[in-house]
């Protein structure tokens, strides 16, 4: 494990799509799932465009309308059971592994916070083989399709020790730049994700192209 501390830059990292490069495996099985339902199918500049949280929201920008509760629960089933299967050939994003282990030797700490089902998000994390790198991971442990703010602050509350103020959160969405805000950390959000780069500048916090962009920038921005 890292060694946590209250000065020194701590990352916060999302997972689903910014660790684990994970974005083609999300819009098959978006497509897999509208297929099911008969919503015609989206291609990644469309998804990257429309993503919002909360998810049912995203729903209503393609089907005109908010999904009933029915719809909802069967749509959020279908993808998740083709995102399982999608997900598996997944990897890790190009030089995660490097830029974990340098953060780490460098005496700093770093965490995971991922709205990705808890029971699901730590046996994959375990199995690409980069748990040991995190103070704490942490996935999501209510409903699904909701934000990521009162989730981003019970995780410092666990974290202890560990101001938000001397943190900075990486992820891919807007929503990770809003639960950064909700509990006074920074945040950088990078591209290769679920949202377009104009959606992304939108939330008014660095947008940066690759990773190891971010870890540089995050660097700077909190010490």
């Not at 083989?129 to 009162?150: C, L, N």
Request: proline content about 4%; hydrophobic content about 40%; charged content about 25%.
């Amino acid at each position: 494990m890292a060694t946590s501390g209250k000065h020194r830059t701590h990352l916060v990292w999302d997972w689903n799509g910014t660790l684990l490069d994970d974005i083609h495996a999300v819009l098959g099985a978006t497509n897999a799932a509208f297929a099911e339902v008969d919503l015609a199918p989206i291609t990644l500049e469309q998804y990257r465009e429309t993503y919002c949280v909360p998810i049912p929201r995203f729903y209503e920008r393609l089907m005109g309308r908010l999904p009933t509760p029915a719809e909802w629960e069967r749509m959020d089933g279908l993808f998740n059971r083709h995102y399982t299967e999608q997900r598996r050939a997944c990897a890790l994003t190009e030089g995660v592994e490097e830029l974990l282990t340098r953060w780490q030797l460098g005496g700093r700490s770093q965490s995971l916070l991922s709205m990705y089902g808890h029971e699901h998000l730590v046996p994959v994390v375990r199995g690409y083989g980069i748990e040991r790198h995190f103070v704490r991971v942490d996935g999501r442990t209510g409903p699904s399709g909701g934000s990521k703010a009162q989730h981003m602050e019970r995780h410092f509350e666990v974290l202890g020790d560990i101001a938000p103020e001397s943190a900075v959160v990486i992820g891919d969405a807007v929503d990770d730049a809003v639960a950064a805000a909700h509990v006074g950390a920074r945040a950088v959000l990078y591209t290769g994700g679920s949202h377009s780069r104009s959606s992304l500048e939108a939330a008014g916090v660095p947008v940066v192209d690759t990773l190891a962009e971010a870890v540089a920038l995050a660097e700077r921005m909190a010490d």
